[in-house]
């Protein structure tokens, strides 16, 4: 059995172990305390999120020779904030000008339109992937089936993107031989995700 100055002494040892304890569990001043902190990145669409409007041509008369008109596209913004980096491809499709009215039964062929090729490419605020390649010739027909416009490789054209429309971008030469009356052509401008070549 203990004597009382033992009992004291093992109580003084266990208040010398406690404040030992409290001191290493205190923080300098000064010091800082580091800890995890995560974020959860969620991906966005891909395609035009403005502009990228058809205009009409501009009206005109017949007078026995071939006539030309134009018409305008405004400006696409094109977005890719899908967060992949897989790539993308804007595409153009065109059809013939089908008649109507008096020109019922009629139609200007798709060949008679003429395409310029996109004149810049802008990135939008923050963006640091590669720009998109504008693609085609200078002028080209107006095509029957997708033909691309531009083109992001992968890990390019990530983020917005203005692609300008050069002035006059569409011009058609209407036939001498042409019927009187309304014409219409479905132009369509598409997005497909996946790498430009």
Known sequence: MKTRT????????LLVAAAVV????????G?????????VVTGGSL??????????????????????TTAQITDIVFT????TGVGWRLQLTGTALVGSEAAAGHSIPASQVTVKKLADV???TGVTADNPTLDGAATFALPTSATDLATAAAAAGMGEYTLDCADDMLTLVVPASSYAGTYTTSITLDDVSGPGE
Do not use: C
Not at 6 to 13: L, N, V
Not at 80 to 83: H, L, M, P, Y
């Open 122 to 124: 802008t990135p939008g």
């Open 47 to 68: 395609g035009i999120t403005s502009g990228g409007v058809v205009g009409d041509f501009t009206a005109v008369e017949l007078d026995g020779a071939n006539q030309t």
């Open 31 to 39: 010091v800082a305390l580091a800890d995890d902190s995560g974020v």
């Open 22 to 29: 409290s001191l290493a569990l205190m923080v300098p001043a």
């Open 6 to 13: 033992e009992r004291k002494r093992a109580g003084m040892r």
């Open 80 to 83: 890719d904030a899908t967060g």
